[in-house]
């Protein structure tokens, strides 16, 4: 795997520092509120159980999983839901927690359908967010880091399902998607 990498981007160290941070900041914000965090699968399932660790008040889970890759470095721009949520958003405040936004076609999509389900609120947390391709405007509440235009792999990030165990996140050389 690691021969495969191009550069990393942000170690274990600093991953863990920027969550620690998100989650204080989140901490502050859901004081006293029925904070629902859905994680959206696979990407985010790395980020989802390490923030929810740093979140000193009380939170419940549930999870969704889309996709829009397939085994592709390009977003097919279809989304599809593979599992939805096991319970009803209404009023709830639900903070959804992705792993990455690139183009921003899956949050869209994502974000109408939620909204129409009435949460009280309806927030977004990225860890990475690559704005230079975005093709639709995400409204993006909070968020870990600016990612250059290069496919990332790492962290829970897949390239064709692979490369999700690697503990820091990553340039994927493209001599290995481009053959
Ligand atoms: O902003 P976009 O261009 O829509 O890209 C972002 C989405 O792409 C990835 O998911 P993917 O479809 O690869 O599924 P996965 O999470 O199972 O890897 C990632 O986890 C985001 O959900
Ligand atoms: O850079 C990326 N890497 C992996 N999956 C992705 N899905 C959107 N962008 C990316």
């Known amino acids: 795997m690691e021969k495969d990498i191009e550069e990393v981007l942000f170690t274990p160290a600093q991953l863990d520092e920027k969550i620690t941070e998100l989650g204080h900041q989140i901490t502050k914000d859901y004081q006293g509120k029925d904070l629902l965090m859905i994680g959206v699968l696979k990407g985010a399932n790395?980020?989802?159980s390490d923030l929810m660790r740093k979140i000193e008040t009380s939170v419940k889970i549930d999870f969704m999983a889309v996709s829009s890759?397939?085994?592709s470095t390009q977003s097919s721009g279809v989304v599809r839901i593979i599992k939805d949520l096991d319970y009803s958003i209404e009023g709830k405040d639900v903070l959804v927690v992705e792993d990455i936004i690139d183009t921003g076609l899956t949050l869209h999509y994502l974000y109408d359908n939620l909204l129409s389900r009435?949460?009280?609120s309806l927030k977004i947390c990225t860890l990475l967010d690559k704005p230079e391709?975005?093709?639709v405007d995400i409204p993006v509440d909070y968020k870990g880091f600016d990612i250059p235009d290069e496919f990332i792999v790492g962290y829970?990030?897949?390239y064709a399902e692979?490369?999700?165990n690697l503990p820091y996140v990553a340039i994927l050389k493209r001599e290995v998607y481009e053959k």
Request: net charge positive.
């Open 46 to 48: 790395v980020f989802m």
């Open 133 to 135: 391709r975005r093709r």
């Open 118 to 120: 009435k949460p009280s």
């Open 69 to 71: 890759y397939g085994l």
């Open 156 to 158: 829970g990030i897949d």
């Open 162 to 164: 692979q490369y999700r």
